[in-house]
Every structure is written in structure tokens, then in C-alpha cells.
């Protein structure tokens, strides 16, 4: 572990431990009912950040209530039994910070900061968040009507219609098929005491990672921090098992109003942890991020055929695919779905020191220059947790990614992309 000091303590409540980060100190606590509490106090204006992680999001959502944990986190910010809506939120704004929640599909998240002098009220409010939202009825129909309208709108949006889609055949019979917005008929359906049910599962000590980064100590705020989170179920968490591989090459063509045609194709990758994790990202940098990537270069540069094209590969802890994307002239459609299986193909050819070297450099910095504030800080070290990886991560990241070599990407392909790809095609 190098330069990593790992000290454990057994205190009863609680198990602790602590382990340098950028010659900074991170407190990791394991509460009695299974939450862990992550800790870096900085140096600065007196500012403190925090993220709430629950671990399961809207896969968890049920068969005809496609949505639900979205509406729930959509209703958690309307006021609780000691603090109506205005009460609530007065503290975060008067000290110049923020609170907001949302729902993903494997965790969901509520994130704030405050100023350390406002810590305290600002936890009073949380705990009251947990165990006593109101979740007011007469707000539902309009987070209803919100919703759906959401949806619709991205049915009208070329790239977000085909990646909808794309997930729809991709993890077809799996809880991934769904968007985390769910879908209109099961909205439609979903009651006030569906969000109340739904907001009890999810107050289980095992699921709750939580995480703070600001400038005090953690002796001052240990005993809140405790106070505010203690409460929770104590029950254990883990993420469903699910396997998922594209086999073949297959397309699926959709039919829209619009002037361009979208374009939007999945390959298999690795999940978080696996293998060849990180030499994927370096491989996602090499294709599509940026204007030096082979997919701009060759099929907007040379050829002409891109309005805008690139890749992204999400970290995800059941399902890992590499998604590309473009939108393109209808007349242009075929011949741009073949450039995009050329670029793709060409990897195997080989990859020169410099691509990887540019590669590496934009996600690196783009990673260092995300960590400026104490917020994103916060919600890395949490992420890390929560996925699997453990906090120190955050920490080994940036050394993982240069340790990757042009034969960690060689073989990361001849592992996943040839086994095969789905695209979507939509046009008008």
C-alpha cells in the first residue's frame, strides 16, 4: 500500500480508520449499523461539503412503478416535520451553500454545503430529511406532470431518444432496460404511499455511505455525525448479480421528425473493478474525447460526415459498455455507421505513444481539475466507496491510469469489442 498508513480501531460504536490522502488525513468510520462515514478535513474559508450515498437506485424500482425512486428524490427537498419548505432550505442559501438530491440507477445521492459554522443546524435538517420527510401529496401530481413532460422531451431529442432505446435492447429483462425517469404509464400509476414505502427501503444503515470534506476537525463534528446517522436500520447491502454481453453485430432503425440522422453504437466493457477498467479509459480517450481522438479526426476532419461525434464509457458496477456516438447528414447515415465500425477496428492495428500520451493528459487533468472544490472532493471519495473500489482510489487513480500501456489497451479490445455491438439508428 506505500505510502498508505492504515491504523483500525475497535471503539464499539464504531470502526475506524484513517490514511493519508495528498498529505491530508481521511477518517473512515464503519458505524455499528453498517453506514460508513468518510472524513478529510481541509484547510480554507471555512466551508464544509458533504454527499450522502444510497446504495440502489431505480434498479431496484418495481415492475409497473418504473420511476419511483426518481419521483421519491424529486419529493424528499419539500419540507419535513420540524422544518416546512422555506425553513428547510433558508439555512443552506443564507449560508451560501446548497442542497439538492437525485436518484441514479445503481445509488442516489443528497449533496449540500454550508459554512462550517452552519454544520450543525444543517445536520439537524438532514436527520430530520431522513426520518421524518413529509413528502406532501398535493406536490405529486405536479412531479408527475413534471416528469413525464421530461420523458416526452427526450423522445424529441435525437441522442437522448437513441440511448433510450439503445438500453431498451441492450439490457433487455434486466432492471437497466429503464431510464431512472422511468416510464409514463407506471408514473401515471404511482401513489403517495408508494414514495413512503419506497423511502423506508432505503433507510438501511448498509446501504449509506457518507462523505465530508471541510475545514475542521473531525473531533468536532464526530459526535453529530454519529447523532445524525446512528438512527439508521441496521442492515446490510449488496448489489444484485447481473451479466450482460452484446453478442453479433446489430442495428436497430427508429423513425423521427428532424434534419439529421443520430447515431449511437454499444460494445461491451468491464465493469468497475475489472480487469481491464482502466485500460478502457484510456481507449475511450484514444477514440472520442476531444478533437484529437481517431473518431473526430478521421469522421469529421477527413471525411466530412459528423456534425459532432465522440465516445463515453460510464463506470458502472453490473454493466459495462462502450457507447459511441454521432449525428450525421440523413444522406450520410450508412456510411457513417461504417466509418464508425473502421475507427473502432483500427485500434487492433495498433496505437502510437503519443495518442496515448494526449489521451492520459485530458483525463488526468480533467480528473485533477474536478477535485477543486471541496464538494467534488467529497462526492469522489463517497463514488469510490460505493462502487467498490474503497475511498483510497481517489487517492491511486491518476497512478492507475499511467501505468497503462499500449498492450494493456491491445488486449483490453481483443477482450471485449470483437464479441459484438448493437447500434441505433434514428432518423428522419
Not at 420511476?67 to 419539500?78: H, I, V
Not at 413529509?134 to 423522445?155: R, Y
Request: hydrophobic share 35%; glycine share 8%.
Amino acid at each position: 500500500m506505500g505510502r498508505y498508513i492504515f491504523l483500525f480501531l475497535i471503539l464499539g460504536l464504531f470502526t475506524a480508520s484513517y490514511a493519508k490522502q495528498g498529505g491530508k488525513i481521511v477518517i473512515k468510520e464503519i458505524l455499528a449499523n453498517k453506514s460508513v462515514v468518510l472524513f478529510k478535513q481541509t484547510q480554507g474559508k471555512g466551508i464544509i461539503a458533504g454527499t450522502i450515498f444510497i446504495k440502489g437506485g431505480s434498479i431496484e424500482d418495481p415492475e409497473g412503478k418504473k420511476g419511483l425512486t426518481n419521483l421519491t428524490f424529486r419529493l424528499l427537498l419539500k419540507g419535513t416535520k420540524n422544518f416546512d419548505f422555506s425553513s428547510f432550505h433558508q439555512l443552506f442559501e443564507d449560508s451560501g451553500g446548497y442542497i439538492s438530491a437525485s436518484a441514479g440507477d445503481e445509488y442516489s445521492t443528497i449533496e449540500f454545503a454550508v459554512k462550517v459554522e452552519d454544520f450543525e443546524p444543517a445536520l439537524a435538517r438532514i436527520k430530520d430529511l431522513l426520518f421524518n420527510p413529509l413528502f406532501p401529496e398535493d406536490k405529486l401530481t405536479q412531479e408527475k406532470i413534471n416528469t413525464i413532460a421530461q420523458i416526452k422531451a427526450k423522445k424529441e431529442e435525437g441522442f437522448s431518444y437513441a440511448i433510450d432505446e439503445l438500453r431498451k435492447e441492450i439490457y433487455k429483462g434486466t432492471p437497466y432496460q429503464y431510464s431512472t425517469l422511468g416510464e409514463i404509464e407506471d408514473i401515471e400509476k404511482i401513489e403517495i404511499e408508494d414514495i413512503r414505502k419506497r423511502w423506508k427501503q432505503l433507510l438501511k444503515g448498509g446501504r449509506f455511505v457518507i462523505s465530508f470534506v471541510g475545514d475542521i476537525h473531525y473531533k468536532d463534528v464526530k459526535p453529530l455525525v454519529e447523532e445524525t446517522f446512528s438512527k439508521l436500520e441496521d442492515v446490510n447491502y449488496s448489489y444484485p448479480d447481473i451479466e450482460i454481453e452484446i453478442k453479433g453485430k446489430r442495428c436497430k432503425t427508429l423513425k423521427r421528425e428532424g434534419t439529421q440522422s443520430t447515431i449511437v453504437v454499444a460494445y461491451n466493457a468491464p465493469k468497475a473493478k475489472e480487469k481491464y477498467y482502466f485500460p478502457f479509459k484510456v481507449l475511450n480517450g484514444i477514440l472520442g474525447n476531444g478533437f484529437t481522438s481517431r473518431l473526430f479526426q478521421e469522421l469529421r476532419e477527413r471525411r466530412g460526415l459528423a456534425y459532432a461525434v465522440g465516445s463515453f464509457y460510464p463506470t458502472k458496477i453490473n454493466v459495462g459498455n462502450l457507447f459511441i456516438y454521432m449525428g450525421t447528414a440523413p444522406q450520410n447515415t450508412e456510411e457513417a455507421l461504417e466509418g464508425i465500425y473502421q475507427v473502432v477496428d483500427s485500434i487492433k492495428k495498433g496505437i502510437s505513444e503519443e495518442e496515448i500520451k494526449t489521451a492520459k493528459e485530458k483525463f488526468i487533468g480533467h480528473y485533477l481539475l474536478d477535485h477543486q472544490t471541496r464538494a467534488k472532493q467529497s462526492w469522489y471519495l463517497g463514488w469510490f466507496e460505493v462502487i467498490g473500489f474503497g475511498y483510497e482510489m481517489d487517492e491511486k487513480y491518476v497512478d492507475y491510469i499511467n501505468q497503462v500501456t499500449a498492450k494493456d489497451i491491445i488486449d483490453a479490445w481483443n477482450t471485449y469489442i470483437p464479441k459484438g455491438s448493437f447500434c441505433v439508428i434514428v432518423r428522419p
